[in-house]
């Protein structure tokens, strides 16, 4: 089946949900900007629902996903949510 053919494709290459870490990653590259902006708060917004769904991302990027999301909570004086993070991982 058509369903069956897909599923296979996305297991031989995993890059086939290409699209979703491409936006993910987009995500990843503003809130860095805000963060060397200074815009801790505006970051979090960015990266809060981005990660939940790390899985869409290589480990390297969801490490830096992870690490940026930490650093920004800190730089709000939030270290019970930045220690969350850390122990969600």
Do not use: W
């Amino acid at each position: 089946t058509a369903a069956a053919a897909a599923s296979m494709d996305a297991y031989l290459d995993p890059c086939a949900s290409e699209g979703e870490e491409v936006a993910r990653v987009c995500q990843l590259n503003k809130a860095i900007l805000l963060y060397k902006q200074g815009s801790y708060g505006e970051a979090i917004e960015l990266l809060e629902p981005a990660f939940a769904e790390l899985e869409v991302l290589h480990d390297g990027h969801a490490l830096h996903m992870c690490t940026l999301l930490m650093d920004c909570l800190l730089a709000c004086h939030q270290p019970q949510r930045a220690a969350a993070v850390l122990l969600a991982q």
